[in-house]
């Protein structure tokens, strides 16, 4: 009740002024005050609850955040990620840099490693396939996102209120900011550096001297008595340079230099000392190309046994082959991080072309077999499928995927929560007669967040389902899967409030 009845006694005295103000400006400061009702407008819009460029800049930091995408690999963060189930282990390293300060455009450089081994084998004999490569991408932030904003509505009203009190103390104190004013403020400090001994031995001269500069800047007051002379000069050159944009002639006659005061220094410093939003919401585009050198071997192990001995004869054996693999993807992305929840979501397409040794439908290590009746040496899987002829390994099959991924943290400590992984596999294009059948995905399972000031450090998953099923295939529990997944940023973004608020104090 208390502070109902000051906010009360605030916003009467506040429109009091405000209305006093309104009716006794001048042209140029009619129309200094309608701009700023202009732009109070847009924080009436939902979600919009601090200025725009302190929201550009506290978005900009969200690219850190780290969230599993559909992808094994990481496709969207600066971090270290690993995904393995029984077929295979995924392993890559990115990280976004960000070549223009002042537009939402990022640039990710990474690598990648892929083998049917565990990590500590990619390069082992055991293995008989593997690949290395690197991938570049580009990241662009759609639209202008947005904040969360909990308060009561008298306090949001209270912060309406005095942002406009704010942005409008160059007309209220008029004493202040003018010209004279720059004149005492380059005045003191001259008389500051031209000192011997401390200011705090000088405080009651400096305060006589400059009595008019200290009435209309009365922060100045304590640090002199204090002796903090750095602290002194800080604020000096930080009046100083609010004052100079106001008193300039030039902002005075451009109508679009006012709205550009009110918006960049007015309400954004005002809105940058008292940030109450509360996390984020954001929509961006990811664009991907991966490029590698998938390596195929061949060992007895690889080989059937009734034709090992003419197959070797043939120098297949120990003898590498190297197929060119190459990616394209492109995703659209949304991130939310509210009070309750840590909610992503993707959907995108890729573009694929490299060997059919390559195929998602390949089950375990294909050994080489001679095809009945002929004189062909053919590769089958596991479950004993034909998959091509071994001459046809360094021909290319093309296929095309849509996916969607989803993620939702849903505790009170957003670190545990669900996601669910879906795509749709099919082909565009094949040299030669390969195995292939269009194939879906369907993953689900818990993921674990493990948080640090409030933002995710590491990321764990668990996921089980179907992987690469065929539509044909009649028993889809041959396909039944799980794997587990883990991220790790390298950058992570941390709004540390209590820090903000001591800075304040």
């Keep these: 009740m208390k502070n109902s009845f000051f906010t009360v006694v605030f916003l009467m005295t506040s429109n009091a002024l405000l209305s006093q103000v309104t009716e006794t400006t001048k042209p140029f400061e009619q129309e200094y005050t309608e701009k700023i009702e202009e732009e109070l407008k847009k924080y009436e819009k939902s979600k919009i609850v601090i200025q725009e460029k302190l929201l550009d800049e506290n978005l900009s930091k969200a690219f850190g955040y780290v969230i599993l995408s559909n992808s094994d690999l990481s496709s969207n963060m600066s971090a270290f990620s690993y995904s393995q189930n029984k077929e295979k282990t995924n392993v890559s390293i990115n990280g976004n840099f960000k070549p223009w300060k002042k537009r939402d455009f990022y640039i990710r450089f990474g690598a990648t490693a892929t083998g049917t081994k565990n990590i500590f084998e990619f390069y082992g004999d055991g293995s008989w396939s593997n690949n290395v490569g690197a991938n570049i991408g580009a990241l662009f932030k759609l639209g202008n996102g947005g904040a969360y904003f909990y308060p009561k509505d008298e306090d949001f009203k209270y912060l309406k209120t005095k942002r406009k009190l704010n942005a409008l103390e160059p007309i209220r104190n008029s004493r202040k900011y003018s010209k004279q004013t720059l004149d005492d403020i380059d005045s003191l400090i001259y008389a500051l550096e031209e000192l011997s001994g401390g200011i705090d031995k000088n405080h009651l001269k400096i305060k006589k001297d400059h009595q008019k500069l200290l009435e209309a800047i009365p922060k100045l007051e304590e640090p002199l008595k204090q002796g903090e002379i750095e602290k002194v000069f800080d604020i000096l050159i930080e009046e100083k340079k609010k004052i100079e944009v106001f008193v300039n002639k030039e902002m005075m006659e451009n109508r679009d230099s006012i709205t550009d005061y009110i918006k960049k220094t007015a309400f954004y410093n005002f809105d940058k000392a008292n940030d109450k939003s509360v996390g984020y919401y954001l929509w961006w585009l990811d664009a991907n190309v991966n490029v590698s050198n998938s390596n195929y071997s061949f060992t007895k192990d690889n080989v059937d046994e009734s034709i090992f001995q003419e197959f070797s004869e043939n120098d297949n054996i120990e003898e590498e082959y190297n197929v060119l ?13 509210s009070r309750s929840k840590v909610l992503f979501a993707q959907g995108g397409f890729s ?10 439908l390949i089950n375990g290590t294909p050994k080489v077999f001679e095809r009945e009746n002929e004189d062909i040496f053919v590769l ?6 034909e998959l091509g002829r071994f001459d046809d390994i360094e021909k290319n099959l093309d296929t095309g995927q849509l996916y969607a991924y989803g993620a939702i943290f849903f505790t009170k400590a957003k670190n545990l929560g669900l996601n669910l992984s879906l795509r749709h596999e099919y082909l565009l294009n094949k040299e030669a007669d390969f195995y292939y059948r269009n194939n879906f995905t369907a993953l689900f399972g818990p993921v674990f967040r493990k948080v640090k000031d409030g933002e995710t450090s590491l990321t764990f998953g668990i996921d089980v389902g179907w992987a690469n099923a065929p539509y044909s295939d009649k028993k889809i529990s041959n396909d039944f899967t799980a794997r587990i997944r883990l991220g790790i940023p390298f950058n992570i973004y941390s709004k540390n409030k209590e820090n903000k608020e001591s800075k304040k104090e």
């Design 351 to 360: 573009v694929i072309r490299g060997s059919y040794l390559e195929s998602s």
């Design 380 to 385: 089958r899987d596991e479950k004993n499928q």
């Design 325 to 337: 693999k190459a990616s394209f993807s492109l995703s659209l992305n949304y991130t939310s991080n």
